[in-house]
């Protein structure tokens, strides 16, 4: 292994402790959430101490449909880390799942019950329409969300990352020695 790949590897395992932590320091705080969409069980409540402290920001009441974004994209990056460096791939429905499935220390990204996450067990955005996702390459997931009229491939679509921040290369973030690229959201 090269240089550069024992630094990335520190990196990625610095970055997932502190992820493992943060989940469990944070698994004590009990907060209850409603769901926002009616077409969802509205009796299906959040125990909020039993999902990571990134599920609790995705769809909060005090964030934005565009902080939902980059939520998820935050959720591929540390999946990454502890998945050979590659974001889930399959329908909405199975990189929901690979979301829900514990890791060995029994954390997951975001919990089953998750208002987020439809009875037909997809992600969703704020309007309840699944989000549509697309792998650009093994290290960097595409995430469209419809926008308010619910439609895929409209003008009121939000997607992440921006097409002109994508960049070959020479992108902000970790490079293994292959020179992939992890992207970083240097604007957050």
Same mark, same amino acid.
């Given at each position: 292994?090269?240089?550069?790949?024992?630094?990335? !590897?520190?990196? !990625?395992?610095?970055?997932?402790?502190?992820?493992?932590?943060?989940?469990?320091?944070?698994?004590?705080? !009990?907060?209850?959430?409603?769901?926002?969409?009616?077409?969802?069980?509205?009796?299906?409540?959040?125990? =909020?101490?039993?999902?990571?402290?990134?599920? *609790?920001?995705?769809?909060?009441?005090?964030?934005?449909?565009?902080?939902?974004?980059?939520?998820?994209?935050?959720?591929?990056?540390?999946?990454?880390?502890?998945?050979?460096?590659?974001?889930? +791939?399959?329908?909405?429905?199975?990189?929901?799942?690979?979301?829900?499935?514990?890791?060995?220390?029994?954390?997951?990204?975001?919990?089953?019950?998750?208002?987020?996450?439809?009875?037909?067990?997809?992600?969703?955005? *704020?309007?309840?329409?699944?989000?549509?996702?697309?792998?650009?390459?093994? =290290?960097?997931?595409?995430?469209?969300?419809?926008?308010?009229? =619910?439609?895929?491939?409209?003008?009121?679509?939000?997607?992440?990352?921006?097409?002109?921040?994508?960049?070959?290369?020479?992108?902000?973030?970790?490079?293994?020695? +292959? =020179?992939?690229?992890?992207?970083?959201?240097?604007?957050?």
């Amino acid at each position: 292994m090269t240089t550069l790949g024992f630094e990335f !590897a520190a990196v !990625a395992a610095v970055l997932l402790a502190i992820y493992i932590l943060v989940s469990v320091l944070d698994q004590g705080r !009990a907060e209850m959430a409603v769901t926002r969409d009616s077409r969802m069980d509205p009796s299906r409540l959040n125990d =909020q101490s039993t999902i990571s402290p990134m599920a *609790r920001r995705l769809n909060a009441a005090d964030s934005t449909p565009e902080s939902d974004l980059v939520v998820l994209s935050e959720m591929f990056e540390y999946y990454c880390l502890g998945n050979d460096g590659q974001v889930p +791939t399959g329908t909405n429905q199975e990189i929901t799942q690979a979301l829900i499935r514990k890791d060995c220390l029994g954390l997951s990204f975001i919990g089953s019950d998750h208002t987020s996450i439809s009875l037909s067990g997809e992600l969703v955005d *704020r309007w309840g329409t699944p989000y549509y996702f697309h792998a650009q390459s093994a =290290q960097l997931m595409e995430i469209r969300s419809a926008g308010p009229d =619910q439609l895929l491939h409209t003008t009121d679509d939000l997607l992440w990352p921006e097409p002109e921040d994508v960049k070959a290369l020479d992108c902000p973030g970790f490079c293994d020695e +292959t =020179q992939s690229c992890l992207l970083v959201d240097t604007n957050l």
